[in-house]
């Protein structure tokens, strides 16, 4: 069929239209998942932050420290929560025996440190983080000098260690959506 000019101009025009707005739509929908990236890793980069402040806190505790608090008739409950949370990233069982035994081990504060966020499981990180959230006491003593040193870095370095790994987890799969969309070309 014969267009005319005037209706292949307009033709022209709406498939133009059309196809910035398209683009338009797809472009908006690269920026935010470019953006949702950029806040996933600048979390993630907050977090791991948190957890090399908290790895600096963790050695300045001193071994004698942890064996007066292991040595004790009868441990404090916070000891023990945020002790076995420490543990079960570590496989080892959470009861007191055993965590008392990694504890009082000269490898464990070196090994606290070098835990890599990678070493972790979700499951071991799941469990951990169960048991802090089910002690109160955990989330409010940050800064409270009531609670011995050793229990407070250690509670600030489990914390820090978990949030930092379920943030990897999350900019990771922020990254997968990233480039399942299209966002590698589209950035």
């Given at each position: 069929?014969?267009?005319?000019?005037?209706?292949?101009?307009?033709?022209?025009?709406?498939?133009?239209?059309?196809?910035?707005?398209?683009?338009?739509?797809?472009?908006?929908?690269?920026?935010?998942?470019?953006?949702?990236?950029?806040?996933?890793?600048?979390?993630?980069?907050?977090?791991?932050?948190?957890?090399?402040?908290?790895?600096?806190?963790?050695?300045?505790?001193?071994?004698?420290?942890?064996?007066?608090?292991?040595?004790?008739?009868?441990?404090?409950?916070?000891?023990?929560?945020?002790?076995?949370?420490?543990?079960?990233?570590?496989?080892?069982?959470?009861?007191?025996?055993?965590?008392?035994?990694?504890?009082?081990?000269?490898?464990?504060?070196?090994?606290?440190?070098?835990?890599?966020?990678?070493?972790?499981?979700?499951?071991?990180?799941?469990?951990?983080?169960k048991l802090?959230?089910?002690?109160?006491?955990?989330?409010?003593?940050?800064?409270?000098?009531?609670?011995?040193?050793?229990?407070?870095?250690?509670?600030?370095?489990?914390?820090?260690?978990?949030?930092?790994?379920?943030?990897?987890?999350?900019?990771?799969e922020e990254?997968?959506?990233?480039?399942?969309?299209?966002?590698?070309?589209?950035?």
């Amino acid at each position: 069929s014969q267009l005319t000019e005037a209706q292949r101009i307009a033709f022209v025009h709406e498939t133009n239209v059309a196809m910035k707005r398209s683009v338009a739509v797809m472009s908006s929908s690269v920026t935010a998942r470019a953006r949702a990236r950029i806040d996933a890793l600048q979390q993630l980069e907050d977090r791991m932050a948190d957890l090399e402040g908290a790895r600096a806190d963790v050695l300045l505790i001193a071994p004698s420290e942890l064996t007066e608090l292991c040595d004790q008739d009868k441990p404090s409950p916070l000891l023990v929560v945020v002790a076995a949370s420490i543990s079960v990233l570590f496989d080892v069982k959470p009861a007191w025996p055993s965590v008392r035994a990694f504890m009082l081990k000269p490898t464990f504060l070196p090994e606290v440190v070098k835990l890599k966020v990678d070493d972790a499981t979700h499951r071991s990180v799941d469990v951990a983080r169960k048991l802090i959230s089910s002690n109160k006491e955990v989330a409010t003593m940050r800064g409270n000098h009531n609670y011995p040193q050793a229990i407070r870095f250690l509670a600030r370095w489990v914390t820090a260690f978990t949030n930092a790994f379920l943030c990897e987890a999350e900019a990771e799969e922020e990254e997968m959506q990233f480039l399942q969309e299209g966002g590698a070309e589209g950035a």
